[in-house]
T-cell receptor, first 113, second 109 residues
C-alpha cells in the first residue's frame, strides 16, 4: 500500500557534489516523471519515462540524468550540484490508459549551498 | 499565452462559501486532471476527467470539451480546504502533461 516512495526527504549538498534521488512505485505503472517545484512556481518537468529502459527529456533537463533500469524505479541524478538546483523535487507515476490518475511521491527538499 | 490557464490565481473566502476554480486550455486533450497541494505538503490527485462531471464528497469537477473548459467546485468550504489547486491536461500523446500555474485558496474560519 506504499504508492510512490521518494528517498531521501531532505538533503543538503555543497556545490559540485553529486547525489541520486530514488523514486519507487509499487503499482506497476508504465509512466514515471520527475518534476521540480520552485517557490511560487508550478511544476516543471525534468525527465520522464514511458517504460522500463526508456527515458526522455522534459522542460528543464540540464544538469540532471535519469535511469529506469527496473519498471518500478526511476532514479534522478545530479552529477555536479549547483545552487540553481535548490528546489523541491517530486516524482510521479501513472498508468498509460486515458483513465490513469497521477500518483505523487511526498517530495524531496534539496538545498545546494 | 499559456496552453493551460487557471483563474483566479488567488482566492480567499469565508468558511461555508461555495468555491469555483476555473481551468481553460487551448490544446486538444485526452484527459484533464485536478490536483491539490497543501502548504509544505505533497500533491494529491483529486479527479481525472475526460468528459462530463465527477463528484467526491464536497468536491465536484466538470469539463466541457467543446468549450475547452473545466471547473472545480467545493461546496460548504472548510479551512482544511485551504491549498493550491492545480489543473493539468494530457495532450494527444497522453504521457505528456501540461500544467496550469495553480490557484491558491484560503478559507477563513
Amino acid at each position: 500500500n506504499a504508492g510512490v516512495t521518494q528517498t531521501p526527504k531532505f538533503r543538503v549538498l555543497k556545490t559540485g557534489q553529486s547525489m541520486t534521488l530514488l523514486c519507487a512505485q509499487d503499482m506497476n505503472h508504465e509512466y514515471m516523471y520527475w518534476y521540480r517545484q520552485d517557490p511560487g512556481m508550478g511544476l516543471r518537468l525534468i525527465h520522464y519515462s514511458v517504460g522500463e529502459g526508456t527515458t526522455a527529456k522534459g522542460e528543464v533537463p540540464d544538469g540532471y540524468n535519469v535511469s529506469r533500469l527496473k519498471k518500478q524505479n526511476f532514479l534522478l541524478g545530479l552529477e555536479s550540484a549547483a545552487p540553481s538546483q535548490t528546489s523541491v523535487y517530486f516524482c510521479a507515476s501513472r498508468p498509460p490508459e486515458l483513465t490513469g490518475k497521477l500518483f505523487f511521491g511526498s517530495g524531496t527538499q534539496l538545498s545546494v549551498l | 499565452k499559456n496552453e493551460v490557464e487557471q483563474s483566479p490565481q488567488n482566492l480567499t473566502a469565508q468558511e461555508g462559501e461555495f468555491i469555483t476554480i476555473n481551468c481553460s486550455y487551448s490544446v486538444g486533450i485526452s484527459a484533464l486532471h485536478w490536483l491539490q497541494q497543501h502548504p509544505g505538503g505533497g500533491i494529491v490527485s483529486l479527479f481525472m476527467l475526460s468528459s462530463g462531471k465527477k463528484k467526491h464528497g464536497r468536491l465536484i469537477a466538470t469539463i466541457n470539451i467543446q468549450e475547452k473548459h473545466s471547473s472545480l467546485h467545493i461546496t460548504a468550504s472548510h479551512p482544511r480546504d485551504s491549498a493550491v489547486y492545480i489543473c493539468a491536461v494530457s495532450g494527444d500523446s497522453n504521457y505528456q502533461l501540461i500544467w496550469g500555474a495553480g490557484t491558491k485558496l484560503i478559507i477563513k474560519p
